[in-house]
């Protein structure tokens, strides 16, 4: 089983910037295609941006393209997302997700499939 803690997330003005972590623990990190989802009140889960297991394709969803990075540091067993110009629409619960396949096979960046979620990081974009 693998254990996901994000951190990170705050209280940020348009157009400023947030990092969140995600610290994975169990499993084989280093092998896991991760991903980010996010909540935001009153509306279903969506995604956000997904990394391959050896880190070197991001994907992303239309709204964040440009603006979120998605990197992983295997050493650390950590996934980033950098997020910046920050806008209201950004404010949301923002999840930690592992698709546990090795190497990625048959996972899809959208789609997964995931096995285990954090338990999310609130971020909220003030104007």
């Known amino acids: 089983q693998v254990q996901l803690v994000e951190s990170g997330g705050g209280l940020v003005q348009v157009g400023g910037s947030l990092r969140l972590s995600c610290a994975a623990s169990?499993?084989?990190?280093?092998?896991?295609?991760m991903g980010w989802f996010r909540q935001a009140p009153g509306k279903e889960r969506e995604f956000v941006a997904a990394?391959?297991?050896?880190?070197?394709?991001?994907y992303y969803a239309d709204s964040v393209k440009d603006r979120f990075t998605i990197s992983r540091d295997n050493a650390k067993s950590t996934v980033y997302l950098q997020m910046n110009s920050l806008k209201p629409e950004d404010t949301a619960v923002y999840y930690c997700?592992?698709?546990?396949?090795?190497?990625?096979?048959?996972?899809?960046?959208?789609?997964?499939?995931?096995?285990?979620w954090g338990q999310g990081t609130q971020v909220t974009v003030s104007s």
């Open positions: 997700t592992v698709c546990q396949a090795p190497f990625s096979t048959n996972w899809r960046p959208k789609e997964g499939p995931y096995d285990y």
């Open positions: 169990g499993g084989t990190f280093s092998s896991y295609a």
């Open positions: 990394i391959n297991w050896i880190g070197d394709d991001g």
